[in-house]
């Protein structure tokens, strides 16, 4: 069964569980737009900037009560250069879910939620290519919050608003 919804803003039913995420880091858009190509190294699923930098691409999913899918946040994590020489030694291995987990920080601002850059993480690599599932440190902070215990079919309307349509919903 597709899972759908009614968005709060639109008020249109749209089908398929929803997930949001950035191409790059959010360091990289720090980086003055003339000088990211000779700084920075950005690949589809990892990111150096400046040779000492280093960024990996997972997923933050959140059950949805009720639900068999999770909703996922698309978000990037900076990891010591130890940690992402090992990232990068099993990247393309298909059975790497035994490798890890990195120590790891939020390098993204979650919209819906207050600030969100530099939360601890655990980034847990998946088989079969699956991207990283990323892990949030076990605090009271509202996106770790719903990590743990879920959030309603209401509050993914909730933020497909706020993120497609750009209103406080």
């Excluded at 993480?121 to 599932?133: C, E, M």
């Amino acid at each position: 069964m597709t899972f759908r919804f009614k968005c709060i803003s639109c008020d249109q039913v749209h089908e398929g569980m929803p997930t949001f995420g950035a191409s790059a880091p959010l360091s990289y858009y720090e980086i003055p737009e003339a000088e990211r190509p000779s700084r920075c190294d950005l690949g589809s699923d990892d990111c150096i900037i400046d040779g000492k930098h280093f960024f990996v691409r997972g997923c933050i999913d959140i059950p949805v009560h009720g639900q068999d899918e999770s909703f996922s946040w698309g978000v990037w994590v900076s990891l010591s250069e130890a940690s992402h020489l090992q990232w990068i030694k099993y990247f393309d291995e298909k059975k790497r879910a035994h490798i890890g987990p990195f120590f790891g920080w939020l390098n993204a601002w979650l919209k819906p939620y207050p600030d969100t850059v530099n939360l601890k993480t655990k980034v847990h690599l998946r088989d079969d290519g699956i991207r990283p599932y990323i892990e949030l440190e076990p605090t009271d902070h509202p996106l770790a919050v719903e990590q743990r215990e879920g959030i309603s079919v209401e509050r993914v309307a909730e933020i497909y608003a706020l993120m497609v349509h750009n209103n406080d919903a």
